[in-house]
């Protein structure tokens, strides 16, 4: 094989791998950063969408993340845990950096909402991909 097909392979694999986690990464730390984030219109229903935003962006960063892991094996459970934990610890840097924007503020609660989304897409991406654990 050459050197240029094995570096083709690499950036391939950085493209479609690494690149996903690392931008969807970036855009929760975006949304985290805007300092005023509440909807006018439906005032009564904010918090409840909010909270829904908040597992959604974690349940899809964790099906990055065991994607990352996966691409070329099944998925076993340490798998699946290593990326509820970059979850979980991403959630409590997400949260330790809101306490620097402006007229926001870091919450355990967020982090444990967060990590539950983490959770939730963990338990999507078992049950709807053909990579299952392999408990052995």
Not at 38 to 54: C, F, G, N, T
Request: hydrophobic residues 50%.
């Amino acid at each position: 094989m050459s050197s240029e097909s094995c570096y083709n392979k690499d950036m391939r694999r950085i493209v479609l791998y690494w690149l996903p986690p690392l931008v969807w990464a970036a855009v929760i730390f975006g949304i985290s950063s805007i300092s005023n984030l509440q909807i006018e219109e439906i005032k009564s229903w904010d918090m409840v969408l909010r909270k829904i935003a908040h597992m959604l962006e974690y349940a899809v960063l964790v099906v990055l993340f065991i994607r990352l892991g996966v691409d070329k094996q099944k998925a076993d459970w340490k798998i699946y845990l290593i990326s509820l934990i970059g979850v979980l610890l991403y959630a409590i840097t997400d949260e330790w950096h809101q306490t620097y924007v402006l007229r926001r503020f870091g919450s355990i609660t967020d982090v444990l909402i967060d990590t539950s989304g983490g959770i939730m897409g963990a338990v999507f991406y078992y049950k709807f991909t053909k990579k299952r654990i392999d408990i052995e």
